[in-house]
């Protein structure tokens, strides 16, 4: 869904992750065919089952990855911010998107056509390398999503989210790009239950919850309630 233009320039392709390390000879390859667009909250990119035609990165914002249940419930599967591509694996795969993708505040992207980013990464290996690393961090990420959907018990799944998502070993927080409301349906539950599930875990000196922030006081207990010990009472 095209939006209004934005101006383009080396540095707007240099600074995106995925294309980290490029010759300059390749990122202005690159700057010819990205196509850059604002769009707007609430905004529907693409749809379970439509045609990959290119696949986008943001500049600003965020957008939902979710899926629907024929009872219309919704599961949120991912939410990506500034830097993260989104869109990209059936483009590669030559399939339909498999699920929805929404716009959830105004965002600047950059948009890749199909057929001439393909053409890209055919004879460039290094843009295929970053790509794949990219597309490796994402499958283990799902992986787990996955197991902790269909056999862990809610404490589990949020324990599992704030140790993936701190960032480093080094760290001991996660800052929560999203909010409670989202975070619930992404881990499969409901606001609730997330927030009694926040409580217990304060009460129990797991972590610290702080606005958005939250300190992971604990991690080694962390680490055994998402591997199954049931610390919570």
């Given at each position: 869904?095209?939006?209004?233009?934005?101006?383009k320039?080396?540095?707007?392709?240099?600074?995106i992750?995925?294309?980290?390390?490029?010759?300059?000879k390749?990122?202005?390859?690159?700057l010819?065919?990205?196509?850059?667009?604002?769009?707007?909250?609430?905004?529907m990119?693409?749809?379970?089952?439509?045609?990959?035609?290119?696949?986008?990165v943001?500049?600003?914002g965020r957008?939902?990855i979710?899926?629907?249940?024929?009872?219309?419930?919704?599961?949120?599967?991912h939410i990506?911010?500034?830097?993260?591509?989104?869109?990209e694996?059936?483009?590669f795969?030559?399939?339909r998107?498999?699920?929805?993708?929404?716009?959830?505040?105004?965002s600047?992207?950059?948009?890749?056509?199909?057929?001439s980013?393909?053409?890209?990464?055919k004879?460039?290996?290094?843009?295929?390398?970053?790509?794949?690393?990219i597309?490796?961090?994402?499958?283990?990420y799902f992986?787990?999503l996955?197991?902790?959907?269909?056999?862990?018990?809610?404490?589990?799944?949020?324990?599992?989210?704030l140790?993936?998502?701190?960032?480093s070993?080094?760290?001991?927080?996660?800052d929560?790009?999203i909010?409670?409301?989202?975070?619930?349906?992404?881990?499969?539950?409901i606001p609730?239950?997330?927030s009694?599930?926040?409580?217990?875990m304060?009460?129990?000196?797991?972590?610290?919850?702080?606005?958005?922030q939250?300190k992971?006081?604990?991690?080694k207990?962390?680490?055994?309630?998402?591997?199954?010990?049931?610390?919570l009472?």
């Open positions: 869904m095209p939006g209004v233009a934005i101006v320039t080396v540095e707007m392709i240099a600074e992750p995925l294309f980290a390390g490029l010759p300059d390749q990122v202005n390859e690159l010819g065919i990205a196509e850059e667009r604002r769009l707007d909250r609430g905004q990119i693409f749809a379970e089952g439509e045609l990959a035609n290119g696949f986008y943001l500049r600003s957008v939902k979710f899926k629907l249940s024929s009872e219309g419930k919704e599961q949120i599967l990506f911010g500034p830097g993260e591509p989104f869109g694996v059936p483009v795969a030559g399939e998107f498999p699920a929805y993708a929404e716009i959830l505040e105004t600047e992207a950059v948009f890749f056509p199909k057929q980013f393909v053409k890209l990464v004879s460039d290996p290094s843009l295929a390398l970053n790509l794949l690393a597309l490796s961090k994402r499958l283990k992986t787990q996955v197991e902790s959907l269909s056999l862990k018990e809610v404490p589990q799944r949020l324990a599992t989210y140790l993936f998502f701190r960032g070993e080094e760290e001991n927080s996660v929560l790009a909010a409670k409301g989202q975070l619930a349906s992404l881990l499969g539950t609730e239950t997330l009694r599930i926040l409580n217990k304060t009460a129990q000196g797991l972590i610290e919850v702080q606005g958005r939250i992971l006081i604990d991690r207990a962390l680490e055994r309630l998402a591997m199954g010990e049931k610390l009472v």
